[in-house]
């Protein structure tokens, strides 16, 4: 599946780095390398290996990992999505390439109440010898979903301006979901963050900002929702089947959509990827620049 994705995505102008979970297959893990090696100028793989849990553990120094090589290139590269396994683009590389244009330097980051288990309130969380700018006293921790869209200038401000890996330390000895609360922190709380948002919204309005980064069908209030077509739930979110490709072909806002494997259909994959090919091969271009301009995280900006 990764390279009909890669088929469908591939662009020479564009960078792509693959981060490979330490417990993966070593025969996976073999093929991940040797397709690197057919694309030896824009496709590689991290050279560190993290163990990585569906908790969220070493999700964020997984991704670090490719940020920090991703950094060191000299292509001239402007935004960077962090995906994880399920996810398929949902939009054309011309399509992405526009919206991103319409966001002018803002970071496609979600700014949410965190759930219970994502942050150990018990925890010192007042900054001290966490290496953050001096103007910020305490966080007020926010949570996105991991599949986020990050500008260059965020990504080398992480990686120059900040010592982040304390705080993923500290966020990894909770329970639950950790790896969504990173990037939304930061880009919420700190007022020099490049592309960033605030955290007013949501502490004075109760108003959450959504990304739109996934299209995605949760399972609402323990009840299964009449969306998800292929009746079929993983971890409480719809695992897409051939009964959802009329809903997902009308879904022309977000960038990529969550959940489709493989095992469960592979046909419904293969017809969706031949369907985005077909419209890269057509040139057509379906977006509303208005609507990206007038998202509150473009509008705060």
Known sequence: MLEQMLSVEYAPHNVYCY?????????????????????PTNVFVADVEYNVYSSGKNVSRSHL????????????WKYVVLLQNHDLPL????????IFKAYNGTNDIATKHIIKTSV???????????AYPPNVKELYHTKSLNLITLTRAAVNFVLKELNVYPFIDQLEKSRYGMDEVLYSTLNSNLPDFPGGFTTECLKN???????????????????????CMSDY???????YGVEDLPHIARA????????????????????WLSTLTARRLSREIDINEKYYQQLPHKTFK
């Open 19 to 39: 981060s490979l979970d330490r417990k993966a297959d070593k025969k996976f893990k073999e093929r991940i390398r040797a397709l690197s090696l057919c694309f």
């Open 65 to 76: 990992s490719c940020l920090e090589e991703l950094n060191k290139r000299k292509e001239d």
């Open 91 to 98: 939009r054309t590389n011309a399509e992405l390439v526009r």
């Open 120 to 130: 150990d309130k018990s925890l010192d969380w007042s900054l001290k010898e966490k």
């Open 205 to 227: 309005q109760n108003k959450i900002v959504s990304s739109m980064g996934r299209y995605v069908i949760w399972r609402t209030h323990g009840k299964q929702t009449n969306r």
């Open 233 to 239: 739930l993983r971890h409480d979110v719809c695992v």
């Open 252 to 271: 022309r806002l977000q960038f990529y959509l969550n959940k489709m494997m493989p095992s469960f259909d592979y046909g419904a994959i293969f017809c």
